[in-house]
């Protein structure tokens, strides 16, 4: 059973932004971090951020990948930042980072939360199916909004048809096309900027999926990001946790 459903409307006002770093290790795509920005009731955000400490893991494992393999895999990592094992020392351990997400996940679901992720294609299906597989769990299901998908739509031309319901826009759009744009094209492209962090910032990702995720909202839903739209719009400003 899928935990990711098309959302019944993309531009909910109550919405989360995750992002996921991944790494292929050993044929299996394992999470490396854990971040979110929740807006809140105040005009304010709510920033978190988790890493997995997998050197400290595998450090006392006796069975599994090497600490060498580890260190060669994240040469690949699907992160904008340049990893080694040693950035992997500290954070929590791989079973308590897991039990963390799977909290987070059901209070999304249970708050009927839109989880907004830009999965291109790794990211947030992978630390649910890890987590289920490690905790064995069934984790409820919650809608998601890919920004990946709202960006090859746009490239591609698509636009709704008169009268369609977004959401109904939003499912045709992910079945639309082929390779899903990476978030650092979509950033060099069009978001240059407009994240208030270094594209190298642990937060980065979940601050580029705000941003690109505002570039694609109608007008009226207001910035997540607290800057103006034209004519002069304003959400209240940004507040780092």
């Not at 932004?17 to 299996?28: D, H, I, K, S, W």
């Not at 930042?81 to 909290?103: K, N, Q, S, W």
């Not at 031309?157 to 939003?170: C, I, N, R």
């Amino acid at each position: 059973m899928t935990k990711i459903l098309h959302p019944a409307d993309p531009w909910q006002a109550e919405r989360v932004f995750v992002a996921v770093e991944t790494v292929e290790l050993r044929g299996e795509t394992i999470p490396l971090s854990y971040s979110h920005l929740m807006p809140t009731p105040f005009g304010e955000v709510d920033l978190g951020f988790f890493t997995f400490a997998w050197t400290r893991h595998l450090r006392s494992s006796t069975a599994g990948p090497t600490l060498d393999e580890f260190a060669g895999a994240l040469k690949g990592a699907n992160s904008n930042r340049v990893l080694t094992p040693v950035d992997f020392e500290a954070g929590e351990l791989p079973r308590d980072a897991y039990e963390m997400f799977a909290m987070a996940w059901k209070l999304f679901a249970s708050s009927n939360f839109l989880v907004v992720t830009h999965a291109a294609p790794a990211g947030l299906p992978d630390i649910i199916r890890a987590a289920e597989l490690n905790l064995a769990v069934e984790l409820p299901a919650a809608r998601s909004v890919n920004t990946a998908v709202l960006q090859r739509g746009r490239l591609a031309g698509l636009a709704p048809a008169p009268g369609e319901p977004s959401g109904k826009f939003y499912a045709r759009a992910a079945v639309a096309g082929d390779e899903l744009p990476d978030l650092m094209s979509c950033y060099t492209q069009h978001l240059e900027g407009e994240v208030d962090v270094p594209t190298t910032d642990r937060f980065f990702p979940v601050l580029a999926t705000a941003a690109l995720y505002d570039l694609h909202a109608p007008a009226g839903l207001g910035r997540t990001d607290g800057r103006e739209r034209p004519g002069g719009e304003r959400n209240p400003p940004r507040r780092k946790k």
